[in-house]
């Protein structure tokens, strides 16, 4: 069975999608660890309730990043995992973590990408003025909030939304897409081949979607 490590910082709402997409048996594949930058991430608690091993790299102990860096590489190193999970894990992995594992991370990000990159999205997209909104899942590169595209899921934004409104109907969405992605790439339909994504080992020309409750899958 698969391993997955999943990298929190918060809430981890997306973590619980996950966890309980697993307990669901949509996933197959083993939550191998939860890890936290920080201690009172409440995602901690929602991995502890579901039995799973949590552990707390405390990036504020370290005085310097490159040692909050290696702590989090020697984790990682040491569970080995298939696929490491971004679920709203706020800190910038090094270059060469991401070189390592770059064909086995996922992120999610509450924006459809390229577009918002960065902190405040929903904030962002209201300015703007956009009618469409979202979220996007995909595989880590180099960059903030780059990499190849998997799956986007569109919302529409509402004459009377404010960033809160905005926020709770992307997140709805994010609980959909990433445990179908994850479970596509942990059943070896989905993988990153020369930053190529690949979807039942076919390169993929149109990423998959998720709209109105119909999914359109990788073209
Ligand atoms: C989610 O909206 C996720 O897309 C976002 O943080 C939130 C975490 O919520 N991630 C980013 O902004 C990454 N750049 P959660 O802890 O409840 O899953």
């Known amino acids: 069975m698969p391993s997955i490590v999943i990298l929190i910082s918060g809430s981890g709402s997306n973590l619980q999608a996950i966890i309980d997409a697993v307990a669901e048996k ?19 608690q929602r991995a502890q309730s579901a039995g799973i091993n949590t552990i707390i790299i405390d990036h504020t102990e370290f005085t310097e990043r490159q040692q909050f860096d290696q702590a989090l590489a020697e984790q990682v190193a040491r569970l080995n995992p298939d696929l490491i999970v971004l679920a709203g894990f706020m800190r910038i992995l090094p270059e060469a973590f991401i070189e390592q594992y770059q064909d086995r991370i996922l992120n999610i990000h509450p924006s459809l990408l ?19 909104h979202g979220a996007s899942v995909h595989f880590v590169s180099n960059e903030l909030d780059s990499g190849p595209v998997v799956i ?26 990433y445990p179908l992605a994850i479970q596509w790439f942990t059943s070896g339909r989905l993988r990153l081949i020369d930053n190529q994504v690949y979807f039942d080992n076919k390169p993929v020309k149109e990423i998959a979607t998720w709209k109105n409750d119909t999914l359109s899958l990788p073209q």
Not at 152 to 177: C, G, S
């Open 26 to 44: 949509k996933i197959a594949a083993k939550i191998s660890a939860v890890i936290s930058n920080r201690p009172d991430a409440l995602g901690l």
């Open 114 to 132: 390229p577009e918002f990159k960065g902190m405040h999205t929903h904030r962002r997209a209201l300015e703007a003025g956009n009618r469409k």
């Open 152 to 177: 986007q899921a569109t919302v529409p934004v509402l004459d009377n939304d404010d960033e809160k409104m905005l926020a709770e109907r992307v997140l709805i969405q994010e609980h959909i897409i």
